[in-house]
């Protein structure tokens, strides 16, 4: 990668990173469900109208039927990242998980994207990568410790679920095979959990509350909102697809491993979070199995004979 490029990758992963804590800053002012909501709302307006219509590559099916597909994709992944990933999330950190940790945990979503992986796509962990997903469990382990003996165990909990909901929406992008303009397809994303999340939030969060949080709307509240949508999704997205078309996924990747040191730093810095030593120890534990599975290559399914042809190993789409 040019060092320009090179650059870009830990720009994002900063603006990701960072982004943990003006979630946090942004929960002062705004219900959960809420905040979420207007995070796609913003992102998605007026960006919808500018992208054109959602695409998704071909993969060998004629276009009315890609057409047909994009549209599957865009919802699913809405509603599993959209929708759980950050509704959960976001009621995870407002219930008491910290922004730094919150960084941290979330990136066990690389465990549970090869576990579902391996269900619905066939690929079959190597050695490399269960021991990957082996290390990383075990650093979420040793945070659920720290976490028990300072703050809300069901807080970390849910944030874990988010990490599991992000697993599921990657599996849903990856059959998607993949997006061919990433910025497209995130923009058409985010406008699938705009009427879940505000139906959500009216439901458990109250319209009284909901008023009020609008009503008592700041600079300070406004600039969350814009960060979230317009520099961590459509800026984030944007840049990270334009990387990935110009280098390979496994020369991109790694750059995310940088968001949860990011996250912790700047919770540390600008909201005073306190790192004990069993969070680092969880940390390195976390970065180094997450560092594996993401990039030990699976092992490819075994295809049976194909009729008239000799045996050959076929690779997962």
Not at 69 to 91: D, T
Not at 134 to 146: K, M, R, S, T, Y
């Amino acid at each position: 990668m040019r060092p320009l490029h090179i650059a870009l990758a830990a720009l994002v992963a900063a603006v990701w990173g960072v982004n943990f804590v003006v979630i946090e800053l942004g929960l002062a002012h705004f219900p959960p469900l809420l905040f979420s909501a207007l995070r796609f709302l913003v992102a998605a307006l007026p960006a919808v109208f500018l992208v054109g219509r959602p695409t998704v590559a071909w993969n060998g099916v004629s276009p009315a039927r890609a057409k047909s597909r994009a549209w599957g994709y865009v919802v699913g992944v809405g509603l599993a990242l959209g929708v759980a990933k950050f509704g959960l999330l976001f009621i995870g950190m407002d219930r008491g998980t910290p922004a730094g940790l919150s960084s941290l945990v979330l990136q066990v979503q690389a465990v549970f994207t090869a576990l579902f992986a391996a269900l619905a796509l066939s690929e079959r962990p190597g050695r490399a990568r269960v021991l990957g997903m082996g290390i990383a469990l075990a650093g979420i382990g040793v945070a659920a410790v720290d976490e028990g003996a300072s703050g809300p165990v069901l807080a970390f909990v849910l944030v874990i679920a988010a990490a599991a909901c992000w697993g599921v929406s990657n599996v849903i992008t990856h059959k998607a095979a993949p997006p061919r303009d990433s910025l497209n397809f995130m923009v058409w994303v985010s406008t699938v959990p705009i009427v879940p999340l505000l139906g959500l939030s009216l439901l458990f969060e109250g319209w009284d509350r909901d008023t009020e949080a609008l009503a008592a709307l700041d600079w300070t509240g406004a600039g969350t909102v814009v960060y979230v949508a317009w520099i961590s999704t459509v800026f984030g997205f944007a840049a990270w697809g334009f990387l990935l078309r110009h280098h390979p996924a496994s020369s991109v990747a790694p750059f995310t491993l940088l968001v949860p040191v990011f996250g912790m730093s700047s919770a540390a810095l600008l909201l005073g979070e306190q790192v004990s030593p069993l969070r680092w120890c969880a940390a390195a534990l976390l970065v180094g199995g997450v560092a594996l599975t993401s990039l030990a290559r699976p092992r490819p399914a075994v295809a049976p004979p194909l009729p008239g042809a000799e045996q050959a190993e076929r690779m997962p789409a």
